[in-house]
Every structure is written in C-alpha cells, then in structure tokens.
C-alpha cells in the first residue's frame, strides 16, 4: 500500500507561480507512474500531468507549456511546477500513484491510490 501527502497549495494572483510537492511513503516499488489530477467545484476531476518510470510525461493540453511534472526518486517526491497560473487552474489538485505498468496517461482508472489533495486558488 503507497500512502500519499500533498503539499505546496496556496493562493496566487493571476500569472503567479506555485509549486506542489507529493512524499509517497509504502510499497511504491510497485508504482510505474505518478500522476497529477484537479476537480474544480462542480466539476469533474481531470488529469493535468504524469510521469512515469522512466521519465516520460504527459501533459494536458490546457496547461502545456505553463507547468512542469517532475520526480525526486531518491526522495519518493513528485512535483508540479505550475507558472502562468490563470484562473480557470484553481482547484483542488491531487497527487495520484498508477500500477498499469506501461501506461502514462492521465486516465483517472488507472490511478489506483489518491492523495487528500492541496487547494489552488488563482485570482484574477
């Protein structure tokens, strides 16, 4: 079993930056890739980034190119550099661990374990 905390939440005007930290403690032997997902209120949770095992990523189109997916493997850390922040990115973001060995989407099904999630809140 792979425990997850986020960190790094916070709230930012538009254009800010913030950057997200997410320590996996347990069996993470058994996780080939580490991901990142968002749920807006009354919105459906989404995929924004992932990395996997062997460093490759995968990003949503609507954050390409303002955040960046990164992975301490000595230190079980995974995070997200976020810049260009706008509005629209405030929500609850959540650090996720996928056991699909192969696979590095961001489809919610294959993240078998879920972090509590740390606010984002970007004002205009």
């Known amino acids: 079993q792979v425990q997850l905390v986020e960190s790094g939440g916070g709230s930012v005007q538009a254009g800010g930056s913030l950057s997200l930290s997410c320590v996996a403690s347990g069996a993470t032997y058994w996780t080939y890739a580490m991901g990142w997902f968002r749920q807006a209120p009354g919105k459906e949770r989404e995929g924004v980034a992932a990395?996997?095992?062997?460093?490759?990523?995968s990003y949503a189109d609507s954050v390409k190119g303002r955040f960046t997916i990164s992975k301490d493997t000595m230190k079980n850390t995974l995070y997200l550099q976020m810049n260009k922040l706008r509005p629209e990115d405030t929500a609850m973001y959540y650090c996720?661990?996928?056991?699909?060995?192969?696979?590095?989407?961001?489809?919610?099904?294959?993240?078998?374990?879920w972090g509590q999630g740390t606010q984002v809140t970007v004002s205009s």
């Open positions: 996720a661990a996928s056991y699909v060995w192969g696979s590095c989407s961001l489809r919610i099904a294959d993240f078998a374990t």
């Open positions: 990395i996997d095992n062997d460093g490759g990523t």
